[in-house]
Nanobody, 120 residues
Framework: QVQLVESGGGLVQPGGSLRLSCAASGRIYNINDMGWYREAPGKQRELVAAITSGGSTNYADSVKGRFTISRDNAKNTVYLQMNNAKPEDTAVYYC??????????????WGQGTQVTVSS
């Protein structure tokens, strides 16, 4: 009923920048919290950043001051601007959204993931 499609991943050099996008589509009535998670090889999936429908944000300590999450409610899209990338940011990044589906209850949805590799 709802799909999250991520884009913008790829290879970036240390110190470089990358912008991830995630667009939600389908039978959407409203989207509450949206966020980005990441999963590195051999590690558990962790929260990177989250944003409420009102624009309040929350960041993992490891990315504070480097990453910025934002959203366009009219486009049902969330972004992650990654600046001053570090090798330890290498991971698969997943978009997450708490979506109120038309005629149903809120459900948690995930994107398919996009690879981000920080390497020289």
């Amino acid at each position: 009923q709802v799909q999250l499609v991520e884009s913008g991943g790829g290879l970036v050099q240390p110190g470089g920048s990358l912008r991830l996008s995630c667009a939600a589509s389908g039978r959407i009535y409203n989207i509450n919290d949206m966020g980005w998670y990441r999963e590195a090889p051999g590690k558990q999936r962790e929260l990177v950043a989250a944003i409420t429908s009102g624009g309040s944000t929350n960041y993992a300590d490891s990315v504070k001051g480097r990453f910025t999450i934002s959203r366009d409610n009219a486009k049902n899209t969330v972004y992650l601007q990654m600046n001053n990338a570090k090798p330890e940011d290498t991971a698969v990044y997943y978009c997450n959204a708490d979506v109120l589906v038309v005629g149903s209850y809120p459900h948690d949805y995930w994107g398919q993931g996009t690879q981000v590799t920080v390497s020289s």
